[in-house]
Structures are given as C-alpha cells and as structure tokens.
C-alpha cells in the first residue's frame, strides 16, 4: 500500500490487525520504514496480525495483490503512471480536497466530470480500480476503538473489484464495505470527506458515515 | 413550500404531522390541491398537526416565511426566479441527477463548480437560501415510521438559515439536522443521492445517511 499519511498509516494498521500482510510505500525507503515501524509497535502483542514492513512506492507494490492508494492528489497522476499495477486490484481512497478562508472543498477536477479513482483507472487500464476509504477518519483508524461505527463506501466498475474492497472494510468496521455504485461515483464520495471535515470543526467530533436501511451485520 | 412530487408530498407531510402549516405549491394550483388533500388524509387524527393547503407556486410562497424547493432540476432557474422569495428562507433539496445505463450520478453543473443551491442563492440574491433533505427517501418520508433513521445535513452560508432547516429536521429525523458547511457544499450532498440510489437498486432498500461520533439527541 502506497502512502504513510495519517490515511495510509491508519489504514495499514487496521489491516495488519486483522491478519493482512502490509508493505508500507513511500518515495523514500526509510521513510516506509520508520511507518513500518510505528506500526508494528501498535501491533505487538495481537495475535495473527499480519506482517508490517516498509518499501520504496514501486518496490511495495511488486508483491502485492491489492494496492491502496493513500497518496496525495498533488502528484497523483505521476506516482500513479510509475508504479507496477497490471494486473492488481488498486484501492484509492485519494480525497483530492481545496481548503480556503471558507473551509474544506472538493477540487474540481476534470470540469466536474473526474475524480482521482477515474484518474488511477485510466493511468493503470490493466489494473482494477476501486474507490474506497474515502471517508474514514484517520483519527479514528489510529485510535483505541476495535472497530469504526461507520460504513465503508466502495465504488467500482468491477464487482469483483469492489468485494475485495468490500472484504478488506471488515478490518475496519467490523463488517463488509457496501456497494455504492459505479467508478465515477467517486465524484462524490472524495469531496463527501470536506463535508465531514466542516462538521468535525463545527462539532470537535470526529465524524463518520454510516448507510441506514442496510442490514448488514450490523449491532 | 414548492414541489409536488415524492419528496416535496413526503416532506410537507413531515413537517405538518409535527406542527408546521404547510401550503404545497405547483404550477397548476389544483395539482397542488390534490397533493394537499392526499397529506391531510393522512394527517387525519394526528393531535396537534398544521394546516395542510395547496396553491399555485407563487401564492405558495407569498405568505410563507421559509420555502422548500423541491422541484426538478429541468426548469429550476426560471421557477426559482419566478418566485417572490425576498426576505425569505428557502430551503433546496433539488437534487440535479441523470441517468443512464451504467445507473445514477450528478448532473454537471457550472464545470464542476455549481450546485442547485447555489443557482437559488444567485436567482434570490435576497433570501437565505439553505441545502438541506437532499439524500432523505422520499419513501420512507411518505410511510409509516414516525421518525427516519437519518441525519439531515444543511449547507449554507447563513448560521442562522442552516438553523431553521436544522429546526425542521426534526419534523423527520426527531433530533436537529446536522450544520455540514458552506453553501457550496451542496455540490457533494446533491449527487450523494446518486450513491444512495445505487444502494437502494444493490441491496433493494431504502438507505439513507447518518453521521456517526456526534452526539446530537441520538437514541
């Protein structure tokens, strides 16, 4: 998995936690490591966590058979174009996000009509895109609670795609992701994370979606 | 409140079953009638409903000190600047959708930097204008339950305007809408009911949204 913000750390905990093997990427191998590393430590002492170790970008996605993508917008489509993703599912949960005096927004992209998951399915055509964890806090992933009471939204183009996405959202919430849609619903489900970013402000909350109606392994 | 379809019917019943006088506008006053009588046959019995009348758009709104707009997006500029919406607070839950083969997303709006929203708030440069009840089924607001299991979340550059759509939430949810940001922030809410619709066609349901980690009157 590919980035050691707030997001991709978080992510790379939870999924270790639940039995995931984890290779931290970044631009810069020891950067990965020292990630790599933090996480671990959190991991110690919980039985059949994955493995947790750090890479270079390119170097951390060879092996591996899905690829979260927890990178920056600025720089996506490079980092994106470089990396080895035939063949791979390729999560990306990108929040390509503007902030001004007025708060958090979406960046418009494409003239309305893109989004970075787009983006990601037409720099890796060989690959299946995912968009997912869009909208989860990283507060919250790196936090002591054993899962998140919320729901992860997975869009795709592919339905086997979106159910390792779907799959993989257990180790967060504690159930399966849901199914919300086609690819280019990423459209919403990026900027959604500024809605969540102006109420955890307004609030001193951290915020959360969660789908009702849905009966899917819910308490 | 203006809107003679499912979620305007839905949510002028919701807000008159807990209170609030409610004329519901179309362009043809006897639609409007119609769709009045329809709520009041079912507000029959409820203690302490409000009055429920129908009237052409305009006279609608003459009287009203907050409107709901809940028209289509086919048509809505002229509408909105057709109405006397000066002083007023005007609540949108327009939601610009299209659809095709591959199912719901956004309309495009102003290249990515527009909403329904924003286009009232430009029409009525005189009224608060506030987005609220974008991703609310109008199914469930027409059925039985007495409170939807649901967050509302109002958008809006006026504190005061995201307040009287916050009041009027909990006509629907039983607990006060959810203050989401700037106005601009109607763009992501209105295509979000794209998603919804995604997974009420997936999972054959009505979904709706809540925002999980605040603690705002919540069961």
């Not at 995931?20 to 990427?25: I, L, T």
């Not at 600025?74 to 994106?80: F, K, P, R, S, T």
């Not at 990283?138 to 992860?152: H, I, N, Q, R, Y």
């Amino acid at each position: 998995m590919g980035g050691t913000g707030p997001q991709g750390k978080g992510l790379g905990y939870r999924f270790a936690r639940h039995g995931h093997d984890v290779v931290v990427g970044s631009r810069a191998a020891d950067k990965a490591d020292t990630v790599a590393a933090e996480i671990r430590e959190r991991l110690e002492g919980v039985e059949g966590a994955g493995r947790v170790s750090g890479a270079a970008n390119a170097d951390a996605c060879a092996d591996a058979d899905v690829v979260l993508l927890a990178v920056p917008w600025d720089g996506h489509d490079e980092l994106v174009a470089s990396l080895p993703l035939a063949g791979k599912t390729v999560v990306s949960c990108v929040n390509p996000l503007a902030f001004d005096k007025r708060g958090a927004h979406g960046a418009v992209i494409d003239g309305g009509e893109g989004s970075a998951a787009e983006h990601a399915a037409r720099l890796a055509p060989e690959a299946t895109v995912v968009g997912a964890f869009h909208n989860v806090s990283a507060v919250l992933l790196w936090g002591d609670e054993e899962f998140l009471d919320e729901d992860v939204l997975c869009v795709g183009d592919s339905d086997e795609g979106k159910e390792v996405a779907m799959e993989l959202a257990r180790a967060v919430t504690g159930r399966s992701g849901v199914s919300a849609g086609k690819l280019r619903l990423a459209r919403v489900l990026e900027p959604m994370t500024a809605v969540l970013i102006s109420i955890n402000r307004k609030y001193k909350v951290n915020s959360g979606i969660r789908i009702t109606g849905l009966d899917h392994g819910e308490a």
